[in-house]
């Protein structure tokens, strides 16, 4: 599903596809507020990395 940043949760796990087929998953660590923009910082079999995103974004995320 579909979801703005501003909506994501620590625990939701983010999928992204890609262009070979493979998919990798993330899990969402932490969602801090940067001004107009948010912070999220992920967790995946290589360890943790950070991304801001406009707050209108969207990622394909599930609970």
Known sequence: M????SQLKPG???C???DNGDIERFE????EPAGRRFEV???SLLGLASAVYP???YLNAAA
């Open 41 to 43: 910082t992920f967790r």
């Open 55 to 57: 707050a209108d974004a």
């Open 12 to 14: 939701y796990q983010i």
């Open 16 to 18: 992204e596809q890609k």
């Open 28 to 31: 969402v660590v932490r969602v």
């Open 2 to 5: 579909m979801m703005k940043i």
